[in-house]
Each structure stands twice: as structure tokens, then as C-alpha cells.
């Protein structure tokens, strides 16, 4: 049955921008893989997936835990004999100043927005390359073309999944297989709700929140600001959020995002291309522009204007 179809797995599909793609490949055909860490979060899928009658199916996986990525890739290849679209999406932001991170907390970062990313392109990658065609799926972020105050860590996870793209775009040509570099600005999503601060920072947030909007706060989960603030950059990251949580607010939704991707996997199917690179949102698009046509300074003092 399965096998009619072509046979996409997303990660992280529990919400937002994973969630949407999930049931956009589904309501277009594709057999869809919506895979997450919680599989309580299937919930969310359920009763659309009964009335539309989807060819969807909820899966464990954890992009940090190497058993649970295997596990999950050979079911899938055991029950359809193949996986044609991987998107790689399960992610989250670690914001604050570098000074202020754990190491730890820094590598917890990378465990998911990249190695998650790389573990399970590797186990993909064998049943793609005897296939002799596929399409990875990896979504960045315009953090992953410009440098963004206050998110050095995040954009580092992001800079690496762009230089992992480029590169290994060329060594798959040879296979057939596509990749696809996805690009968001900022997305109305649980992104927000799901952040993560340093310990000293304790959601520094709430001066900016409040600020702004009350029920931002809620959004964020966070009391912080009846803590103590013990972070030397405080001012800098306060500065920061006050800009971004309220573009938040007027962002996009996920499903501006999943109509691109699906778009750009229409588009691989037509093209001889190998490498393919798609903004999504007027700050990406500004941001990537910027990137372009300013010297490093110019686009330093740019983004000092716009973002502090
Ligand atoms: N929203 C934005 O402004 C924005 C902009 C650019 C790029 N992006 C990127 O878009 C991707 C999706 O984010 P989103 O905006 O849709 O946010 P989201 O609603 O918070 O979704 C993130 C998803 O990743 C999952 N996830 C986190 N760690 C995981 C792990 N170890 N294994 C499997 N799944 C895991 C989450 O699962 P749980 O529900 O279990 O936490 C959730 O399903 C991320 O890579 C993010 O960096 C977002």
C-alpha cells in the first residue's frame, strides 16, 4: 500500500513548522514518516489524519539518541523498501551571551540542531545511495547566513548545517541525491515558547517581554522577572528579545514555511540542479540581501541598528 506512495520522514513533527510540512506531504501524496521524541504529541494529528484519511503515521524518534534513529529508519525501510524525502527539522534555540553558557548546555545545543541532523542523514543516506536518488531536507534558518546578537550558539548550530550541505551536496551528486537548504526568518511557532537561556540568565527575558506585551510572557513560561539578573550582558540580551519577541508575534505562519518546502521538493524533482538553497519570510530575505550588498562592517552597524 505504502509503496505507491513516495515515502518522506520528518523529524521533529510534534508542532510547528515539522507538524505542518507533516501534513502538507500527507494531504499531497507523499506516505509521511511525522516522526517526534513525545509520541503523546501524536494527538495533535489524530483526528485530522482520520477525517482526511492521511497517509501519515506517527513514529518514535529521538535526533539525540543514535538507537531511536536507527530504530525508527529501519522500520521504515523494512515496511516500504525505500525513503525518498528526509526533512531534517527537529531543532531549538539556546539564546544569551556566550560568557553565560555551560558548556554543557552548548553541546546539548549541537547533540540536537546538528549531530541529530547528521545521525540521521547517516542512517538514510546507505538506503538513498543504493536507491540512486533521494532529497534531504535540512532546515536552517536566516540565523544560519547572518550572525544575530544574543543567539551566538544557535547560529552556530546553523552555520554548520549550511557548511554540511553545501559540501556534502557534492560527494551525493553522483547518487542522485538532493539537498535542500531551508531558510526561515522568524516563524510563529513553539520555537519561542521552547527556548532555552543560560542558568545565570534565569529568561533574563521578562524586562523586554513586559515591555512589550504581557502576554508575551506567558508565551515565554518564564517568571523571570522576579529573578535576579547575574548575567554582565543582560542589557544586550534584553535589547535583543525586546526586538524579537514581538516580531514573533507578526512572523509568518509555519505554513508559509511547509509551502516552500514542498514547493522546493516539486522543483528537485524537475531540476538536473543538485543543491538548492530557499529564504522564507521579508527578514530572511532582507537579512540574506544585506548579507550581499554591505561590506562586514556595514552589515555589523546594520544589524547593531535593527537589533540592539
Ligand atoms: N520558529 C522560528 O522562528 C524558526 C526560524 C528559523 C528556523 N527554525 C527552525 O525550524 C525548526 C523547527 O522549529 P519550529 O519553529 O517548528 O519550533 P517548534 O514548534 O518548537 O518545533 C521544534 C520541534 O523539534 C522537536 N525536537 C526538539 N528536540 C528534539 C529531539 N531531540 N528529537 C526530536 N525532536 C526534537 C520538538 O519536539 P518536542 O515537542 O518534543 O519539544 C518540536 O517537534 C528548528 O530546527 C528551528 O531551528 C525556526
Known sequence: MENQHQIAVVTGSSTGIGFETSLLLARNGFYTYATMRDTTKSKNFEKIVVNENLPLEVLYLDVDKSDSVKKAINKILEKNGKIDVLINNAGY?????????????????????????????????????NQKKGIIVNISSMS????????????????ALEGLSESMSYELEQY??????????????????????????????????LANNDSLDARSGTDSGRKKNLSSYSVTVDKFLSHYYPAINKGPLPKEVSNVILEAIKNVSISSESFFRYLVGEDAKSLAEAKKSMSDSELHKFISQNLL
Open 144 to 159: 544560519g547566513i547572518v550572525g544575530i546578537p544574543a543567539t551566538s550558539i544557535y547560529v552556530s548550530t546553523k552555520y
Open 176 to 209: 542522485g541525491i538532493k539537498v535542500i537548504l531551508i531558510e526561515p526568518g522568524v516563524i510563529k511557532t513553539n520555537f519561542v515558547s521552547n527556548i532555552k537561556f543560560p542558568d545565570i540568565m534565569d529568561s533574563i527575558s521578562s524586562q523586554a517581554l
Open 93 to 129: 534555540g539556546l539564546f544569551g551571551a556566550l560568557e553565560d553558557m555551560s558548556i554543557e548546555g552548548i553541546k546539548e545545543q549541537f547533540e540536537t540542531n546538528l549531530f541529530g541532523t547528521i545521525r540521521t542523514i547517516k542512517e538514510v543516506l546507505p538506503i538513498m545511495r
